[in-house]
C-alpha cells in the first residue's frame, strides 16, 4: 500500500518536471523556478496580424495552462481529501464491527487489560488522524476554492481583496503549525490512558470476580 502511495504520488507530480524551467528575473539579479512561456516556447506559433497566438499540439496554450493548475489543485488538495474520507469512513466502519470478544469476563485478567488498553489507543489513535484530516480540509480550503475560482472566472476572482487572498494562503501554510499541535495535544490522551490502566485492571478483576 505504501509502495502504490510513492507510486502514484510520483506519478501525478511528474508534470512539475516538465512545467518549470529556471528563468532569471526581469528587473532583479536573482533566478526562480516558473512556469512563464514554458509551454510557448514548445509551440507552434500562430500569426494573426500583430498578435501571436501559442497552441502545443493543436491546444491553446491558456488552456493547457489552465488543465495543468486546475490539475495541480485536484492532485494536492481534492483528490487526497476525497482519499482521506473514503479510507477513514471504511476504517471507522472495520473498528466499530470488531468483535468485543476481549470484553468477555472467561478471559484471564491481564489479557483483559491489555485488550482493553489496546482498543482504547485505537480509537485514540483514529481520533488524532480524523483531526489531521479535518485541518487539513479546512486550512487549505479557501485557498484551494479561491485559485480553483481563479481559473474559472478569473475577472470575479480579482475582485476579492489582496489582504484576503493573502489571508487564504497564510491560511494554507498554517496548516503545517497545526500538525504538531495535534501530535501534542493527544499526549495527554496517552498519558491519560497510561494511567487508565490501573483502573482497568480493577475493573477486569471485578468482572473475573464476579463471573
Request: proline share 3%; hydrophobic share 50%; glycine share 2%.
Amino acid at each position: 500500500m505504501v509502495l502504490c502511495s510513492w507510486i502514484v504520488s510520483l506519478l501525478l507530480s511528474s508534470p512539475q518536471a516538465f512545467m518549470f524551467r529556471k528563468a532569471k528575473h526581469p528587473y532583479m539579479e536573482f533566478y526562480q523556478c516558473t512556469t512563464n512561456m514554458v509551454i510557448e516556447n514548445i509551440s507552434t506559433v500562430v500569426m494573426d496580424g500583430d498578435k501571436a497566438t501559442y497552441f502545443f499540439f493543436g491546444i491553446h496554450s491558456d488552456t493547457v495552462y489552465m488543465i495543468y493548475h486546475l490539475s495541480f489543485l485536484v492532485f494536492v488538495y481534492f483528490l487526497p481529501l476525497c482519499c482521506l474520507l473514503v479510507s477513514y469512513i471504511f476504517i471507522i466502519h472495520l473498528v466499530r464491527r470488531r468483535p468485543t470478544d476481549e470484553l468477555v469476563p472467561s478471559l484471564d485478567n491481564d489479557h483483559l487489560v491489555r485488550s482493553l488498553s489496546d482498543r482504547r489507543r485505537k480509537w485514540k489513535n483514529l481520533r488524532m488522524s480524523l483531526v489531521q484530516v479535518a485541518g487539513f480540509a479546512v486550512f487549505w480550503a479557501p485557498y484551494a476554492c479561491h485559485q480553483a475560482w481563479m481559473l474559472l472566472h478569473e475577472e470575479s476572482a480579482m475582485q476579492v481583496s489582496e489582504f484576503a487572498t493573502d489571508l487564504m494562503l497564510l491560511t494554507a501554510v498554517f496548516n503545517s503549525c497545526f500538525n504538531p499541535l495535534v501530535y501534542g495535544a493527544f499526549v495527554f490522551f496517552y498519558i491519560k490512558d497510561e494511567q487508565n490502566l490501573v483502573l482497568d485492571g480493577q475493573i477486569a478483576t471485578e468482572m473475573t470476580t464476579a463471573n
